[in-house]
């Protein structure tokens, strides 16, 4: 428990930074998730320069001076206030009554790849470096990051950090869902739009197992969310709050599986970022995420063990330069020349993985359609049969997408935020479905890899759901 309210105090420094921006509540339920965010960049920048059995305590110092430069520029800047450090006192009693609620509860879900996870971050913690270079190979370094602090809590296995994440998630999706219908509707009829959005995920019974799961699901699902809902807030509100808030996210959630960072890619190729931001600030939010990326990538080739599991050499320099041709898009993306392919960059990148879709079905017939089958089974077919334990969750959402969509016709820039939505949960479907020629095919079963990348994308359909006006409600 001690270490998830330390973690949260950093993020809660870090948004009391930017009180005027973030309302109280908002402030306090992203405190948690950019907490560990900070902890897992701090985490990869030590054990990517100094990887040894005293480079914990390099890293507890570099999050302790991390944590004495947030409270010298809140001090500094005047943002701890009273009613801030209030504030953060009753975040604090709300995460310690959350830790003791889930100590009660005592559930914890493991699979192999749990116990990977968490012995390999043990492994990390001690030191231990060929013990722990297969993880790297397998998922992205935050969640065994935070594995690696287990020895510090004298514990054999840490697992409250995943339900206590999954009631954060919830809680977050909520009020952010219940602030975007409060625009339309009363504060009655938004709380209850808000229940029932968000009760379509949290009682669905693949969120419920994800959520004792010690995997990277859940952590996925919050920061991807955090990430694409301060896109839309950027346009709404632009400043440097929500512009670190999204690059914050945006690092996480690239931290947490091996395909996450091109789907960073395409979510940001489809984003209004290209039509309604400025250079600079188009810039500002992708070349760090680059920069960052390709020192991970380049330190982890050297890193992987002589016998990599999925990440092999040579897809890590695949994804170096892919990271490295969307940041060079980015820096060119200001040139007038350039400007008309600018302008259409969601709808050729749509495109393109449309098309490519198609010639990779053409080229492995029996592997694409039998991924595409398993993807629908997972989704629609009622539990009683093997599937993705999804119950009527789906057949409730389409429902409601088709009667919200057709009920009522609202402004063009309502509609244009809409839209880049659209695209955008059509393009991470369409990766999906690519992503399945590289890899075994998708199977049926909640632990499939294709139904837990879907459980990533539910809360950004509750999101785009929350964005069609509510007329009969």
């Known amino acids: 428990m001690l270490s998830q309210l330390l973690v949260f105090v950093i993020g809660f420094l870090f948004g009391n930074l930017h009180k005027h921006t973030f309302d109280p509540v908002f402030r306090t339920l992203i405190a948690l998730p950019i907490g560990w965010a900070l902890f897992g960049i701090c985490a990869t ?67 192999p790849d749990s116990s990977y996870l968490a012995r390999f971050g043990q492994n990390i913690g001690l030191g231990n470096y060929e013990g722990s270079r297969m993880v790297f190979s397998m998922w992205g370094p935050l969640v065994p990051f935070m594995h690696s602090i287990t020895n510090l809590l004298d514990q054999k296995l840490y697992w409250q950090y995943q339900p206590v994440l999954s009631l954060n998630l919830v809680a977050l999706v909520f009020y952010t869902l219940y602030t975007i219908i409060r625009e339309q509707k009363s504060i009655l009829q938004s709380c209850v739009a808000a229940t029932a959005l968000v009760s379509l995920m949290a009682l669905s019974n693949m969120f419920l197992f994800s959520s004792f799961y010690i995997h990277t699901n859940i952590l996925s699902a919050l920061y991807l969310y955090l990430f694409v809902f301060a896109l839309v807030k950027m346009t709404e509100q632009p400043g440097t709050a929500y512009e670190l808030l999204a690059l914050l996210s945006l690092i996480a959630f690239s931290m947490l599986r091996l395909e996450a960072p091109l789907l960073a890619i395409v979510i940001l190729l489809v984003a209004r970022l290209w039509q309604g931001w400025s250079y600079i600030n188009r810039l500002k939010l992708i070349v760090p995420f680059v920069v960052l990326f390709v020192a991970w990538y380049a330190r982890l080739y050297f890193l992987l063990p002589e016998t990599p599991d999925l990440l092999t050499p040579k897809i890590v320099i695949e994804m170096i330069l892919a990271l490295v041709g969307f940041g060079l898009f980015a820096v060119l993306s200001g040139w007038k020349i350039l400007d008309p392919i600018v302008k259409r960059t969601p709808f050729v990148t749509l495109i393109v993985l449309a098309l490519l879709g198609i010639i990779l079905t053409l080229i492995k017939p029996d592997h694409m359609l039998k991924s595409l089958e398993s993807i629908v089974r997972n989704i629609l077919v009622p539990r009683e049969l093997v599937s993705g334990d999804w119950g009527l969750t789906w057949y409730v959402i389409f429902f409601l997408a088709t009667e919200l969509y057709f009920a009522h016709r609202d402004a063009a820039e309502r509609a244009t935020e809409r839209h880049w939505m659209f695209t955008m949960l059509v393009t991470y479907l369409l990766v999906v479905y690519n992503l399945a020629y590289f890899r075994e095919p998708y199977h049926t079963g909640p632990n499939d890899s294709s139904n837990r990348l879907v459980l990533q994308a539910l809360p950004l359909v509750l999101l785009y759901l929350s964005k069609l006006r509510f007329a009969h409600f």
Request: charged share 5%; hydrophobic share 65%.
């Open 45 to 111: 920048a030590v054990y990517s320069v100094y990887f040894t059995a005293v480079s914990q305590m390099v890293f507890l110092v570099v999050l302790a001076l991390t944590t004495l430069a947030l409270l010298f520029a809140n001090i500094t800047q005047g943002s701890l206030s009273r009613d801030s450090i209030l504030l953060g006192g009753a975040g604090l009693l709300l995460l310690t009554a959350a830790c003791f609620f889930v100590n009660l509860l005592r559930i914890v879900t493991m699979a």
